[in-house]
């Protein structure tokens, strides 16, 4: 089993940038693929980016190409969400998946493990 803890989120104001930190725990971190999506109220969840294993590739909505960073620390089992220029279409709960293989697929059905989320709202 994997377990992720997701941390980081806030209210920031239009423009600004954040953070978001992912922990994981109970399966060999080095494995895993690992992506970020997020959930809006009454919006299905949707890809935001993902990085391969060992950090040599990653993937982005076309929404976020440019403006968010995904990264990775294999030594202490983090995975990491920098956001800059934050508008309000990105406020949603942001959730941290981890699925074992080896490329990342823009697809929640397939990933195995999420974190709880953590909330980012953006004000105008």
């Known amino acids: 089993q994997v377990q992720l803890v997701e941390s980081g989120g806030g209210l920031v104001q239009a423009g600004s940038s954040l953070r978001l930190s992912c922990a994981a725990s109970?399966?060999?971190?080095?494995?895993?693929?690992m992506a970020w999506f997020r959930q809006a109220p009454g919006k299905e969840r949707q890809f935001v980016a993902g990085?391969?294993?060992?950090?040599?590739?990653?993937l982005y909505a076309d929404v976020v190409e440019g403006r968010f960073t995904i990264s990775r620390d294999n030594a202490e089992n983090m995975v990491f969400l920098q956001m800059s220029s934050l508008n309000p279409d990105d406020a949603a709960v942001y959730y941290c998946?981890?699925?074992?293989?080896?490329?990342?697929?823009?697809?929640?059905?397939?990933?195995?493990?999420w974190g709880q989320g953590t909330q980012v709202a953006v004000s105008s």
């Open positions: 998946a981890a699925r074992p293989g080896i490329t990342v697929l823009p697809t929640s059905a397939d990933y195995s493990h």
């Open positions: 990085i391969t294993r060992n950090g040599g590739n990653t």
């Open positions: 109970g399966r060999t971190f080095s494995n895993l693929v």
